[in-house]
């Protein structure tokens, strides 16, 4: 028998050969599930930045409901909201989440009386300011005039606020303390602001509801502090796991903190199924060492599998990610295109407005407030129109309109308007838009040519024509014996000659 080092020797290459290899399974064992993590990790991020637009998406839909409402309200003469419910009843409709929208009005030393006396209108009969409200620099109070739509998780009309007004940013939440709500408010110059009161957790309910919520979990806290939980029996204590991604996003004038949880996930389970495949493999490796080709055929088919998926994964995401920067360009021109139509709207100097299928004007720019129609007219259209031109008005609800309307604005001068526009249809309304031109001048040069064509400028009386034309329409329209006079003026021609046209 052969002492055992010969043996070692003999073997020597063919064990080096062996470690080599299960120094190859470890180290591609250990590559593998550094991938498959590495995967996994990016879509949870790419999961909880799903999470994140949806939420910005919602507070931009807010801010833009929030300063449709305010421009309107701004806008108004006076404290009330009637003429705001439409548009509220219209955008509010559309949010998933319990929410109102409150009317503020600044208070300073001047206007104390005035809020209450508004006050006292409207119902709140022993309503007055605080003594203990006072006016700084630093801080304006606003007091609630009403909210809409009336609900039981409103505060109370009358109560007060305070908004830093070096704040730069131009929306503020206010967390209101022992409640689930909080109210963004508009911060402006203006006296008169308004805010969107509303439920914290239902409205990140519906953003964690509105997506692929599937063994989905998402936490939300604001300085440390949590404030949103998707488990919210917390059976699986989210509150104090790890998270698998973490980010950060502005919420108004909030930093928020969004932590991405998924428990069906078992942690570090690619390292340990690569280590028991690698422990398969060097176990079983010995054994098959003699269908070493073999084997190393089967491993550069799995590793080209591998490559193809990972390369298929790498152009998913890259698929997604164009497919993201395509919605946010064509977000982007969305906004630019609403941008530039309001612009055009505001500057036209053509009197430019928007109506219902009852004539009551919905929207309108400076242009035609410029008209100073009368008040009956600011309101509906139909107040310029007579009886005929109002049914003729309201009944054309799918062609053009188009009518000459003379009007007396509020300074008592009389002016010529045109009225054009058309009917545009919708699934649940019908809207006219249209414009009015002041062609006064147009037609009073058209009146002027008019006259000149007929009367002679040097007699001011009418022509042969027009006299001719006059007679023919008298014995047409009236039947019965006329006489016509004819008068001469002798030597009028030695007149004109000698002495000129003027004598």
């Known amino acids: 028998m052969k002492p055992d080092f010969l043996l070692i020797n003999k073997y020597k290459?063919?064990?080096?050969?062996?470690?080599?290899?299960?120094?190859?399974?470890?180290?591609?064992?250990?590559?593998?599930?550094?991938?498959?993590?590495?995967?996994?990790?990016?879509q949870w991020q790419f999961q909880l930045s799903s999470f994140s637009k949806a939420i910005v998406s919602k507070s931009d839909y807010v801010e833009n409901l929030i300063s449709g409402i305010a421009s309107l309200?701004?806008?108004?003469?006076?404290?009330?909201?009637?003429?705001?419910?439409?548009?509220?009843?219209?955008?509010?409709?559309?949010?998933?989440?319990?929410?109102?929208i409150e009317f503020y009005y600044r208070?300073?030393?001047?206007?104390?009386?005035?809020?209450?006396?508004?006050?006292?209108?409207?119902?709140?009969?022993?309503?007055?300011?605080?003594?203990?409200?006072?006016?700084?620099?630093?801080y304006e109070n606003y007091v609630l005039l009403a909210n809409y739509p009336e609900s039981d998780f409103g505060h109370l009309v009358g109560s007060t606020i305070s908004i830093n007004n070096d704040s730069a940013n131009a929306f503020i939440v206010k967390e209101w303390p022992n409640s689930e709500f909080w109210s963004v408010i508009l911060n402006t110059a203006d006296v008169k602001t308004v805010s969107l009161r509303f439920n914290i957790k239902s409205f990140f309910d519906y953003i964690h509801a509105s997506g692929d919520t599937q063994n989905q979990h998402i936490t939300i806290s604001l300085r440390n502090q949590p404030i949103y939980n998707s488990d919210w029996q917390n059976t699986l204590g989210l509150s104090s796991a790890e998270p698998l991604a973490r980010k950060r996003i502005s919420f108004f004038d909030k930093t928020l903190d969004i932590a991405y949880f998924n428990p069906s996930y078992v942690r570090h389970s690619h390292y340990l199924i690569s280590a028991g495949l690698c422990t398969l493999a060097i176990l079983f490796g010995f054994a098959l060492f003699m269908y070493l080709v073999t084997?190393?055929?089967?491993?550069?088919?799995?590793?080209?599998?591998?490559?193809?998926?990972?390369?298929?994964?790498?152009?998913?995401?890259?698929?997604?990610?164009?497919?993201?920067?395509?919605?946010?360009?064509?977000?982007?021109?969305?906004?630019?295109?609403k941008k530039k139509y309001k612009t055009l709207f505001v500057n036209c100097s053509e009197g430019l407005?928007?109506?219902?299928d009852k004539g009551e004007i919905l929207e309108r720019n400076p242009a035609?407030?410029?008209?100073?129609?009368?008040d009956d007219a600011n309101n509906n259209i139909c107040?310029?129109?007579?009886?005929?031109?109002?049914?003729?008005?309201?009944?054309?609800?799918?062609?053009?309109?188009?009518?000459?309307?003379?009007?007396?604005?509020?300074?008592?001068?009389?002016?010529?308007?045109?009225?054009?526009?058309?009917?545009?249809?919708?699934?649940?309304?019908?809207?006219?838009?249209?414009?009015?031109?002041?062609?006064?001048?147009?037609?009073?040069?058209?009146?002027?040519?008019?006259?000149?064509?007929?009367?002679?400028?040097?007699?001011?009386?009418?022509?042969r024509q027009a006299f001719l034309d006059g007679v023919g329409n008298e014995l047409t329209s009236h039947k019965g014996c006329y006489h016509l006079l004819y008068v001469d003026l002798d030597r009028f021609k030695l007149v004109n000659d000698g002495y000129g046209h003027k004598v």
């Open 107 to 138: 208070l300073t030393p001047s206007n104390v009386e005035f809020v209450e006396d508004y006050m006292q209108q409207v119902g709140a009969f022993d309503f007055t300011i605080s003594d203990s409200i006072s006016f700084s620099n630093q």
């Open 295 to 337: 084997i190393r055929n089967q491993y550069a088919h799995i590793n080209r599998l591998v490559r193809i998926k990972t390369y298929s994964l790498k152009k998913t995401q890259q698929n997604l990610a164009a497919t993201s920067q395509l919605k946010v360009k064509a977000l982007e021109q969305q906004l630019e295109t």
């Open 383 to 463: 107040g310029l129109m007579s009886a005929q031109q109002q049914h003729s008005f309201l009944a054309c609800k799918s062609d053009e309109f188009s009518q000459e309307l003379f009007v007396q604005n509020k300074l008592g001068n009389t002016y010529c308007l045109l009225l054009k526009g058309h009917w545009v249809k919708d699934v649940e309304r019908t809207l006219f838009e249209g414009r009015l031109l002041d062609i006064t001048a147009t037609k009073q040069h058209e009146e002027k040519l008019r006259y000149q064509a007929e009367h002679d400028a040097l007699t001011d009386l009418l022509k």
């Open 13 to 42: 290459p063919y064990l080096l050969i062996f470690v080599i290899y299960v120094i190859a399974c470890i180290a591609l064992a250990y590559w593998f599930a550094s991938q498959l993590q590495q995967k996994q990790s990016e």
């Open 368 to 374: 035609f407030i410029g008209l100073l129609l009368p």
């Open 73 to 100: 309200y701004s806008a108004s003469s006076n404290a009330s909201k009637e003429h705001v419910k439409p548009l509220i009843d219209d955008q509010i409709n559309g949010l998933a989440f319990d929410s109102s």
């Open 353 to 356: 407005f928007c109506c219902n």
